[in-house]
């Protein structure tokens, strides 16, 4: 090494210093007020939505609510209707032996005729449930009360028990009364009636045997239990509709 050849000493190194690494710790009352202002936010939105749904959920029961009264009140005019027909039936296949038996006159025979088509003819509760199947199959009827919901399945239940006799009774209808009738009586005139113009048949008597009068006597008789039956059906429904209309109009209206 050559010791001749100058050193040069610096005059000045430079020093580089890194960045300090190390932020300021946060005091933990700014972590509290953090975690409340998340929290807090967090929460609002969940209200917010519960409150959405609960708006949304009263705005579809008042819909459902207005549909139901609109069923229920078309219902409670049917069944009246029914009760005031099934009643006049009855009446009718009471009498129904004495016209049988009464003479031959044309006012007789259009009597015993009018007895007859009421015998044969049917008049049957097609109840308006679409709103109530509608509300059960979506889950809708969590809307309403308890009690409500409780009114809503016994009227339908007792609509369903009501239907199952109103088939009973036809069935007893087309498989024995009008074969029987059909034999006896002139169908055509039926037809006029009906249609509530002036007959235009003869007023026919015809087979009218003991055997076969006391058939269609029976067969009456059989008819007018069913109704009955029928009858207590009717005035359960229509109690149970007021009732609902009643529970809708004290809830939403």
Not at 4 to 24: A, Y
Not at 126 to 152: P, W
Not at 156 to 164: F, G, I, N, P, V
Request: no cysteine; proline share 2%; net charge negative.
């Amino acid at each position: 090494m050559d010791e001749s050849r100058p050193q040069i000493q610096p005059d000045h190194m430079e020093v580089h210093h890194h960045p300090d690494l190390h932020h300021r710790k946060k005091r933990w009352k700014e972590y509290l007020l953090e975690f409340l202002m998340i929290f807090l936010a967090v929460t609002l939105g969940f209200f917010a939505e519960s409150l959405r749904e609960h708006i949304s959920e009263k705005d579809r029961a008042e819909v459902f609510s207005k549909s139901l009264s609109e069923d229920f009140t078309a219902d409670s005019t049917t069944l009246h209707q029914l009760i005031v027909y099934t009643n006049a039936k009855i009446t009718s296949i009471d009498s129904l032996g004495f016209y049988i038996h009464s003479g031959r006159r044309r006012y007789n025979d259009s009597v015993l005729y009018n007895a007859v088509l009421l015998l044969i003819s049917t008049f049957q509760f097609d109840n308006i449930n679409g709103t109530y199947e509608q509300i059960k199959n979506s889950g809708s009827l969590r809307f309403f009360s308890q009690s409500l919901v409780n009114d809503l399945n016994r009227y339908d239940a007792t609509a369903l028990k009501l239907k199952l006799m109103e088939e009973w009774e036809n069935k007893f209808l087309f498989e024995k009364v009008i074969p029987l009738t059909s034999e006896m009586f002139n169908y055509k005139v039926f037809n006029d009636m009906r249609k509530g113009t002036s007959v235009q048949y003869e007023m026919y008597q015809r087979n009218m045997t003991e055997e076969n009068v006391n058939v269609l006597l029976n067969q009456a008789e059989t008819i007018k239990r069913l109704r009955e039956r029928q009858l207590v059906q009717h005035s359960s429904l229509l109690q149970r509709a007021e009732g609902i209309l009643a529970g809708l109009q004290k809830e939403y209206q």
